[in-house]
């Protein structure tokens, strides 16, 4: 892994930050490849149950590194000209920006974000792409996009109008601007907000607590809420009773049960 990301496992919970310190944690080719192969392996490890996502120093991450996007574009202009400059540099939403966001999103485990400092841009997608967000009172969010003459991408299209409603989301798409840890509470972006100094440690035992908890189950959650933000009612009765047949059978399911039977705290394997 390279070290513009780390990846941690500690008993079952996956930490991976962003460790760009210097460029605010500014999203090269580099960086974006090993978050979305740190993303795909924290899935792909049935050890892990639960992830953490944070951006080491004082950013979680400010997005696309314009440096970067700035060279990138220049040589494209250079070698076709034209409408089909930076059409190169630009595919990096395909190719990386959009796998990282599915990664995050249809995470079969719940993702914590720990929003550290500033989250921009995509930055801000993959905040809201994840299952909750504790947040440092430190940190700001803002969409970006039209500062930049740019589109939407990460699922901000999708995510920011069910968290502050289409005109909300309308406006600050718009009309990009900071939103800080409390207006961010208040919009229902921030799920808690704490002080800067205990981030950390609040974050991780979050993270923890859903590591311990009942994966599978998780799981089907969060497949609920997605299909139903675009189904109707009726179709999401039909997924739901098909997800709760597999959690019914769930060796969680029963140990829970006999748990509340025998008045004890149930113990989850994730299985």
Not at 61 to 81: N, P, Y
Not at 92 to 105: K, S
Not at 189 to 216: D, K, N, S, W, Y
């Amino acid at each position: 892994m390279p070290d513009t990301v780390r990846y941690e496992v500690t008993e079952s919970l996956a930490a991976i930050t962003l460790n760009r310190p210097d460029a605010m944690n500014a999203l090269d080719v580099r960086t974006k490849e090993a978050l979305r192969d740190a993303l795909h392996r924290a899935a792909d490890d049935p050890g892990v149950r639960a992830v953490l996502l944070t951006g080491a120093g004082r950013a979680f991450c400010v997005g696309q590194d314009l440096k970067e996007h700035t060279a990138h574009l220049a040589e494209r202009s250079a070698g076709e000209g034209g409408e089909a400059a930076g059409d190169g540099a630009l595919s990096t939403v395909a190719e990386h920006y959009n796998p990282i966001t599915r990664a995050i999103a249809a995470m079969p485990k719940p993702v914590v974000a720990a929003v550290n400092g500033a989250a921009a841009g995509a930055g801000m997608g993959f905040a809201l792409a994840a299952d909750y967000r504790v947040v440092s009172e430190r940190a700001k969010f803002t969409t970006a996009f039209a500062g930049v003459a740019l589109s939407t991408d990460s699922g901000l299209a999708w995510t920011l109008p069910r968290f502050v409603g289409p005109g909300r989301a309308a406006d600050l798409l718009l009309f990009p601007r900071t939103i800080d840890a409390r207006e961010a509470e208040r919009l229902g972006i921030a799920q808690r907000v704490v002080p800067a100094e205990e981030l950390a440690e609040t974050a991780a035992g979050v993270a923890r607590a859903l590591a311990a908890g009942p994966t599978l189950a998780y799981a089907s959650i969060k497949r609920a809420l997605a299909f139903a933000a675009s189904h109707t009612l009726e179709e999401t009765l039909e997924l739901e009773a098909g997800l709760q047949l597999r959690a019914g059978a769930s060796e969680d399911h029963r140990a829970a049960v006999a748990a509340f039977v025998a008045k004890q705290a149930p113990v989850f394997r994730g299985r």
